[in-house]
């Protein structure tokens, strides 16, 4: 069964960097296209950054600050998150589509970030 795990989250100071990693194991083919999802605390999921061609990429408050990327021969995708404030903190998600633009879509646990002082 595919799985996704995520990895890098954790507590910075305003103005400092996480990397967040999202890596697919088990998986049947290639990674079709990745997105990464914020969901503050009290407040509901919403899409930052996505490959996929019909969004995106870069939700207008993390533009310019979030970067993705990824490793496909890894099966590992990344977002690379700069200058980070109070709003950035909340549980971050990747999913990653497999296969095509109709394939299967999987989705990470969440991983914490906190941005305080």
């Known amino acids: 069964q595919v799985h996704l795990v995520e990895s890098g989250g954790g507590l910075v100071q305003p103005g400092g960097s996480l990397r967040l990693s999202c890596e697919v194991s088990?998986?049947?083919?290639?990674?079709?296209?990745v997105g990464w999802y914020h969901q503050p605390p009290g407040g509901q999921r919403e899409l930052v950054a996505t490959?996929?061609?019909?969004?995106?990429p870069y939700a207008e408050s993390v533009r310019g600050r979030f970067a993705m990327s990824r490793d496909d021969a890894e099966f590992t995708v990344y977002l690379q998150m700069n200058s980070l404030n109070q709003d950035d903190t909340g549980v971050y998600f990747c999913?990653?589509?497999?296969?095509?633009?109709?394939?299967?879509?999987?989705w990470g646990q969440g991983i914490e970030v906190t941005v305080s002082s």
């Open positions: 490959d996929d061609g019909y969004s995106g």
């Open positions: 999913n990653v589509r497999l296969c095509s633009e109709l394939g299967p879509l999987y």
């Open positions: 088990r998986s049947f083919c290639k990674i079709y296209s």
